[in-house]
């Protein structure tokens, strides 16, 4: 089995900057693509960013040229850097990470999540 940890949420204000980690641990032959997701209250989970192994990325419009993904390989770990925070940013932030275990098995999970506070 693979575990994703989220941390690094918390309350900031407008025009802030916050830095979301995520650490996959467990059975891990290879991660694939890692990537954040958001839900807001009454709303879908999105998709903010996305990045491949190779370092391929992709942003949600709403966060481009704000956000920055990034991963460390070798700690199997994710990250989200947010700057120029907005109020419309704050939601509840997940880590995703699908790959291949040690047994050869599929699999596509999913963070507790880490909640995103932006005050006006």
């Known amino acids: 089995q693979v575990q994703l940890v989220e941390s690094g949420g918390g309350l900031m204000q407008v025009g802030g900057s916050l830095r979301l980690s995520c650490a996959a641990s467990g059975s891990i032959f290879v991660i694939n693509a890692m990537g954040w997701y958001r839900q807001a209250p009454g709303k879908q989970r999105e998709l903010v960013a996305a990045i491949t192994r190779g370092g391929s990325t992709n942003y949600a419009d709403s966060v481009r040229g704000r956000f920055t993904i990034s991963r460390d390989n070798a700690k199997n770990t994710v990250y989200l850097q947010m700057n120029s925070l907005k109020p419309e940013d704050t939601a509840v932030y997940y880590c995703?990470?699908?790959?291949?275990?040690?047994?050869?098995?599929?699999?596509?999970?999913w963070g507790q999540g880490t909640q995103v506070t932006v005050s006006s």
């Open positions: 995703n990470a699908d790959g291949f275990t040690t047994k050869g098995y599929k699999y596509d999970t």
